[in-house]
């Protein structure tokens, strides 16, 4: 599908990725509709790609369809937005797992079906869901977050095959670890030692990417870290005794430790 000249609607806007996607969307021609709940900082994103604004907490059901009704125009859904849902599932309260779920989760699965009901309709369209390698490997101590990220990959690769023929594609975009934007910028914590990163660019070329040739699933990730989540998604009691022996739980404990100071 051809980006130039088509309604994109981004989610997750005023996060570094966010506006990676927001500035390569632009660069592509797009008419972008950029959503984040907090306003002061969406302003900055849409300003700086003359993009429209509509303010939303997807944690809120009501702003969800709202935001639906607000874009059913969009040609192209970029569901970018998620909580880093990071720490044991027992420090969690309720209303922290409620809020986890419905932005990493619900709110996605609901924008898709409502903003596909009308991309059907018209013969095209197209829906991103920018997951994680978490959607294919577990982790200690990311129980919830994975919990939402293989939610996504499941409801990606189900919807993808429900729609077709429909002249409306359904890709997943799964991120490895970043750097300069997402958890490990927003916490200070640093990714394991000899896994190797990749930039907000590259998360962005890979949307472009899912877009254009309708791909299933892009893994924006270095070979090694793909072949690993690979095997992991496998051979889970593999992965397990493979993890306890680096420093991946050490990595985690950072932005566990970030998240909580900030609680």
């Known amino acids: 599908m051809d980006i130039s000249g088509s309604n994109v609607l981004l989610t997750g806007a005023t996060g570094g990725i966010g506006a990676a996607l927001a500035a390569r969307m632009t660069a592509q021609g797009a008419r972008l509709t950029v959503t984040g709940r907090r306003e ?3 302003k900055a994103t849409a300003d700086a790609c003359g993009a429209r604004t509509v303010v939303a907490d997807l944690a809120v059901r009501s702003d ?33 797992l409620d809020r986890a779920l419905d932005v990493n989760l ?28 978490s959607g294919k490997a577990a982790t200690k101590s990311t129980s ?10 499941g409801f990606a690769l189900a919807l993808r095959q429900e ?77 397990e005794r493979v993890q306890a022996r680096t420093d991946v739980d050490g990595s985690v404990r950072q932005i566990v430790e970030a998240q909580r100071s900030r609680r």
């Open 106 to 133: 619900r709110a996605p699965v609901l924008l898709s079906r409502l903003l596909a009901e009308h991309m059907v309709a018209r013969g095209r369209g197209h829906i991103v869901l920018v997951g994680s390698l």
């Open 64 to 96: 969800v369809v709202h935001l639906a009704e607000s874009c059913a125009e969009a040609d192209i859904l970029v569901a970018n937005a998620a909580l880093p849902a990071s720490g044991d599932l027992l420090d969690y309260a309720e209303d922290q």
């Open 163 to 239: 729609l077709r023929g429909t002249g409306v594609g359904v890709s997943l975009v799964q991120p490895g670890f970043v750097r300069d934007a997402g958890m490990f910028a927003a916490t200070g914590a640093t990714p394991p030692n000899g896994i190797r990163t990749v930039t907000p660019g590259q998360v962005a070329d890979g949307v472009v990417r899912a877009v254009r040739r309708d791909r299933c699933e892009v893994n924006v990730a270095p070979l090694e870290l793909r072949l690993l989540s690979a095997i992991a998604g496998q051979f889970p009691g593999f992965a």
């Open 144 to 153: 919830l977050y994975n919990a939402t990220k293989f939610g996504l990959r």
């Open 40 to 42: 002061e900082a969406l």
